[in-house]
């Protein structure tokens, strides 16, 4: 069963529209997918995206330090 929601979950969009070379948002970090069909999901689905991304930005931030590691 599906949990009621009283509140609309935000869309993740920061304004930074521009994807990467795997297709993800530089700024949110959806696929085109998700990004361009936000509004016809569910609430489960929402929650899921947005859980997606952070687990994207854990990931890109790992790399990011990896990288700035090898080059000091």
């Given at each position: 069963m599906e949990q009621l929601e009283f509140f609309e979950i935000p869309?993740?969009?920061i304004g930074v529209c521009q994807a990467d070379?795997?297709?993800?948002?530089?700024?949110?970090?959806?696929s085109r997918d998700e990004r361009f069909g936000w509004n016809q999901m569910?609430?489960?689905?929402?929650?899921?995206v947005v859980e997606l991304c952070q687990k994207r930005k854990k990931r890109r931030a790992i790399k990011a330090r990896l990288q700035q590691e090898e080059d000091d």
């Open positions: 869309s993740p969009c070379n795997r297709g993800y948002c530089l700024g949110c970090l959806r569910s609430d489960a689905e929402k929650r899921k």
